[in-house]
């Protein structure tokens, strides 16, 4: 799987927040948007601030791929319901989210790493398939020879943490359940998303 290596803080200095929830904040020092400096910028199209929210939602959930997110969005299609809220569940409910929100990890580029590296299981068998869909009812959790590592403890010890209303913790287990299938007003991004517009941008996408 496509694994994204740019520059992150320049990610998050496009949109004016520490989107990845990193420990050095990267808008301390260059609080501009990359390219800006200062001066004014122009008034968006609508092509432009539909692109924007397509960037801000594939940033907060690790940089997905272009491919990843038309294919997300193409499932979302195929099921009855709201396009827009099933394609928000479908992201929230990757592995690699779900082990981020426990509190495993402090970032998503760090639950990317657990998953991948198969720190991970899931109803206790190893996956390490990132873009794994978590179901209620499973339970994901740390392997026990993994649980000593210096990044899970930190992170998990972190009293900033604040765990969705839709996941349960077992701290002394390092394991965790999707109680459910998080509705649109559980999910809480960094940043605000304007979804309708990323299903109308992803919609006319070949």
């Known amino acids: 799987m496509s694994r994204y290596t740019g520059a992150k803080n320049r990610v998050a200095r496009r949109f004016g927040i520490n989107i990845f929830g990193r420990k050095r904040n990267p808008l301390i020092h260059k609080p501009n948007p990359p390219g800006v400096h200062g001066a004014r910028r122009r008034k968006k199209s609508e092509f432009g601030l539909q692109l924007e929210e397509k960037q801000k939602l594939k940033a907060i959930y690790g940089m997905l791929s272009e491919k990843q997110l038309l294919r997300y969005y193409k499932e979302s299609l195929k099921k009855p319901g709201n396009t827009a809220h099933i394609l928000a569940q479908t992201l929230e409910c990757r592995l690699d989210n779900i082990v981020y929100h426990l509190g495993f990890a402090s970032t998503i580029f760090g639950a990317h790493q657990l998953v991948s590296h198969g720190h991970i299981l899931v109803n206790g068998k190893k996956v390490d398939r990132r873009s794994f869909?978590?179901?209620p009812g499973m339970t994901v959790s740390i392997k026990p020879s993994s649980q000593k590592m210096?990044?899970?403890?930190?992170?998990?010890?972190?009293?900033?943490?604040?765990?969705?209303?839709?996941?349960?913790?077992?701290?002394?287990?390092?394991?965790g359940t999707l109680l459910a299938v998080p509705m649109l007003e559980q999910i809480s991004w960094p940043i605000e998303v304007n979804l309708?517009?990323?299903?109308?941008?992803?919609a006319h996408t070949k």
């Open 196 to 202: 309708a517009e990323i299903c109308d941008f992803l």
């Open 150 to 175: 210096r990044p899970v403890v930190e992170s998990l010890d972190n009293p900033s943490n604040e765990l969705p209303e839709f996941l349960s913790l077992d701290r002394e287990k390092f394991s």
């Open 133 to 135: 869909q978590v179901k």
